[in-house]
């Protein structure tokens, strides 16, 4: 029986997709719900699944456009009894099975006898001119030298003396060092088709720097609080919650809180109104092998720091998997992206459409600043805020970062909607 799997829909608006790579080469065995192809659309990459078990026929070659709802292949269920296909990468080398012949071996033929262990020479007496305390070893010489049991002095010893060549060819080395092999010129080029992934992103940041008027604002802050807060808790924080802390849960957390006090860096356009979402779905800008993918962390006004930070790790794993969905990258009323992870030490982020604030977070450098009168070393990092003007005003803007700025450098404030212990117990 012949199946035909049909090119499945990511989204509603999406009419045409185009073949990313197979998975399988034409005439393949393969299982029943097998990942057999990568389809990529002007949203994400998904995967192309067989219904059936059986042999596959292609029908549309790696970077086609196709339309949603057309045959990428066909599967024949007759041979599905066949052998599976086999994947197109070769296994590594360590994960190779044994030959057959080294698998029927015995115990005792495949135990090796443990080699004789080698009595320690007693060093030889020293006088004040055989010290060898400058003399320099490589890794690969100790290891030798503790195999064989032998000291410098042994080893040294064992030379018995110096040619004059040696020394020559010594001085030589040092003198004139073997110089680096000067590169052949080339004028060759790589030429790769844009993926409509890529063509997607490349129009939406064009159509952003056009149709809005984009400012950035910048500020710093002091990582001490928040790195030693990290630090002191992180092994309690493993073995309860089973993953690590990072810093990413915080900025979320702080993000959402800041958007309370200013909810226009929440908003966005829609025709000739200005929509305030109440709730905050922050996206997370992740870079994937395919280009940059933006996972929706929902709510995050309601969550704690370790639900958000088990939910970044997931979508995160999903996106540079391909496992994301179309609803998982939907929507999103602010996003944050991450550009210290490269060593980014500043930059402007593009706003992330219809969306009208995108925060950017920076590599942490320490910095000499003044604290209390004081000069002292601090982890610092900068930050940006990118906002659409046309909705933001800029006191919301600076407002915005001073607020998260106080909540990094203050995390236990986080706990008290942007109060301190002391204020909550005063009722200020």
């Not at 092999?181 to 997607?200: G, Y």
């Not at 450098?365 to 900068?382: D, H, L, Q, S, T």
């Amino acid at each position: 029986m012949i199946i035909e799997i049909k090119v499945p829909s990511p989204g509603e608006s999406i009419t045409e997709v185009e073949i990313g790579s197979w998975l399988v080469s034409d005439g393949d065995i393969v299982e029943k719900d097998q990942e057999i192809a990568e389809i990529e659309s002007d949203k994400a990459t998904l995967s192309l699944i067989a219904s059936e078990a059986g042999a596959v026929s292609i029908k549309a070659e790696e970077g086609d456009s196709i339309e949603v709802g057309a045959v990428a292949c066909t599967i024949d269920t007759d041979k599905a009894g066949e052998a599976p296909a086999k994947p197109k990468e070769e296994p590594k080398a360590e994960e190779k099975k044994k030959a057959p012949a080294e698998e029927k071996k015995t115990e005792a033929e495949t135990k090796k006898p443990e080699p004789p262990k080698t009595e320690k020479k007693p060093e030889t007496p020293k006088s004040s001119g055989d010290d060898v305390s400058h003399v320099k070893t490589t890794p690969a010489a100790k290891a030798v030298m503790e195999a064989e049991g032998l000291s410098i002095e042994e080893v040294l010893e064992g030379l018995r003396r110096l040619s004059r060549k040696d020394v020559e060819t010594a001085a030589d080395t040092l003198k004139n060092p073997p110089a680096m092999q000067k590169p052949e010129a080339s004028r060759e080029e790589d030429r790769q088709t844009m993926s409509s992934l890529r063509k997607k992103l490349s129009q939406r940041l064009v159509s952003v720097k056009n149709e809005t008027a984009m400012l950035t604002t910048f500020n710093e802050l002091d990582m001490t609080n928040v790195m030693q807060l990290r630090k002191t808790y992180q092994e309690r924080f493993v073995e309860k919650h089973g993953f690590k802390l990072g810093f990413m849960s915080f900025f979320t957390k702080a993000v959402s809180e800041a958007l309370k006090q200013h909810p226009g860096v929440n908003s966005m356009i829609e025709g000739d109104e200005i929509v305030t979402p109440r709730y905050h779905d922050v996206g997370i800008a992740v870079m994937t092998p395919k280009g940059l993918m933006v996972p929706i962390v929902r709510n995050v006004e309601t969550k704690s720091i370790p639900e958000i930070e088990l939910e970044i790790k997931e979508l995160a794993a999903k996106a540079r998997n391909r496992k994301l969905t179309i609803e998982e990258m939907t929507g999103g009323t602010f996003t944050i992206t991450n550009g210290g992870v490269f060593g980014s030490l500043m930059s402007t982020p593009i706003i992330n459409p219809p969306q009208s604030g995108i925060l950017g977070m920076h590599a942490i450098k320490e910095r000499p600043i003044a604290v209390n009168g004081k000069v002292e070393i601090r982890p610092m990092m900068y930050i940006a805020l990118s906002y659409d003007h046309r909705v933001i005003d800029g006191k919301d803007s600076v407002g915005f970062l001073v607020h998260l700025k106080e909540f990094i450098e203050n995390p236990e404030k986080l706990l008290f909607g942007g109060s301190s212990p002391e204020e909550l117990l005063l009722d200020l």
